[in-house]
């Protein structure tokens, strides 16, 4: 049974499923994912949590399921969608889920086959739509009496044995120890096609259902080959299809171990920029504490500014990104090591220098002079000795022995050479007018020029009453 070959777009229902949103490095909770590596991958019975099991099969299948059963051994599940079939599904706990190149996980029960295979499948199918692939091994409970009832209870409701389809797709003795259960749609507005009959397939097939819909028009056959029946170009395809899911898989096992090279270095940029920005922190607490960081013309050391290394926010995909954010973290680093070791040297300075410098303070304003201690130096200003416009004339100390000493010498030639000359200004200042009479003599000139402005005002009172005479006999 044969129809028109089919277009490309036929089996997009097939392939636009196998990536999904369930990434690995996301199913697995910190300490499994310590523990993943993707040669040994990682199994469904790894996750014991029912609801986290229950999680990951929905958002792998994107489907509305029904669990049927979760024990110790696996998950069994009915499907519940439109045209469903009454097969029940077992993915059991030593089944490795299966991802692609990006670490996303693959559905178990889409197996994404070549486009030709595809094509032949659904002509000789005589259906529209490759709904999925499977493999695995089908299974099924003979029919028993109710009188059995150790075996009743692998009997569904309707009295029908129960089939199984046991999904596996790693197997250990190759393709030709599978079964594949092909689920194609037929029928439908657009579609002449009608699936096959019971009486065209089940003499290969070890299982076969049509499900269809209320008028017959449109369904879902399910149909299971055995390894023995299947044809030539299946095997191959389903073999390539395996094959390249273990390249993807390869593939991601190396972008797997550059991600856990980057986050381990990753890591321990984080770690030892927390504990530098720590001392940082614990070095101007240092400073603080001392007693000279509370006189006045004293300053402490400032915080080092120290860049915080951001939380990794990167993917197995993410190479590129991970690397550079990598190397800009580890340059990072060494240059807040280089500002740990200037300020760690700028600390010890302080604290052994400041004090020293400190005690000379009294000295500086003996001389009328002041002191500010900042940033690893000492400024002194002190009344210029040489005609200048600045009335101070301001050296700077850098916290050193020979500075210190320098200081010292200063301000000793300072106060020598200000002593003597004190001296010398007040023998000469001898015999010179106090400050009492020179307050005297300001304000004896200060009645003087008050006086002789009354006397002004009356003689040029008595030369305008003489103009003005004069003119009266003028007239």
């Not at 130096?377 to 000493?405: C, G, H, K, Q, W």
């Amino acid at each position: 049974m044969k129809t028109k070959n089919k277009t490309t777009n036929q089996n997009q229902s097939q392939g636009s499923v196998e990536r999904v949103s369930l990434r690995i490095d996301r199913v697995c909770d910190e300490g499994l994912l310590q523990e993943f590596n993707p040669e040994q991958r990682c199994r469904l019975g790894d996750f014991i949590s029912y609801d986290f099991r229950r999680r990951i099969l929905k958002e792998l299948l994107g489907r509305d399921i029904q669990l049927c059963e979760i024990d110790g051994y696996g998950v069994t599940w009915q499907d519940t969608k439109q045209y469903a079939s009454r097969l029940q599904f077992v993915l059991k706990d030593e089944m490795p889920l299966r991802y692609n190149a990006t670490g996303h996980l693959a559905q178990p029960l889409h197996l994404t086959l070549g486009e030709h295979a595809a094509n032949n499948l659904l002509r000789t199918l005589d259906a529209s739509s490759l709904v999925y692939v499977a493999c695995g091994a089908y299974v099924e409970t003979e029919d028993v009496s109710s009188e059995d009832e150790s075996r009743a209870e692998d009997v569904d409701s309707r009295g029908e044995s129960r089939v199984e389809f046991h999904l596996d797709t790693m197997p250990a003795e190759g393709v030709d120890s599978l079964d594949v259960l092909l689920a194609v749609k037929w029928g439908g507005a657009d579609s002449n096609t009608r699936g096959l009959t019971e009486s065209g397939l089940t003499e290969k097939a070890r299982y076969f259902e049509k499900v269809t819909s209320n008028g017959g028009k449109e369904g879902i056959d399910y149909i299971v080959l055995p390894a023995c029946e299947q044809p030539k170009y299946l095997k191959r395809a389903i073999t390539r299809a395996l094959e390249k899911q273990a390249l993807a898989e390869k593939d991601f096992g190396r972008k797997w171990k550059r991600y856990q090279d980057y986050t381990s270095r990753y890591t321990k940029v984080q770690e030892e920029s927390w504990d530098l920005l720590d001392e940082a922190i614990k070095l101007v607490s240092k400073c603080e504490q001392e007693p000279v960081a509370q006189l006045l013309f004293i300053e402490t050391p400032k915080q080092v500014k120290l860049e915080k290394v951001a939380e990794w926010q990167f993917s197995p995909n993410d190479d590129l990104e991970a690397a550079k954010a990598v190397q800009k973290a580890e340059a990072d680093l060494r240059e807040t090591k280089n500002r740990l070791a200037r300020k760690r040297i700028e600390v010890e300075n302080w604290l052994e220098f400041a004090p020293k410098f400190a005690r000379l303070q009294p000295q500086v304003v003996t001389n009328r002079g002041w002191m500010l201690v900042k940033r690893g130096v000492a400024r002194v200003a002190l009344p210029s000795v040489e005609a200048t416009e600045e009335p101070y004339t301001i050296t700077t100390y850098a916290f050193s022995d020979v500075r210190l000493n320098d200081l010292l010498a200063d301000l000793e030639e300072y106060t020598q050479q200000n002593f003597a000359m004190k001296q010398e200004n007040c023998q000469r200042l001898d015999g010179r007018p106090t400050i009492q009479e020179l307050l005297e003599r300001q304000e004896a000139q200060a009645r003087k020029d008050s006086s002789g402005a009354v006397e002004e005002t009356a003689n040029a009172d008595e030369t305008v009453h003489t103009v003005e005479k004069l003119k009266i006999e003028l007239e």
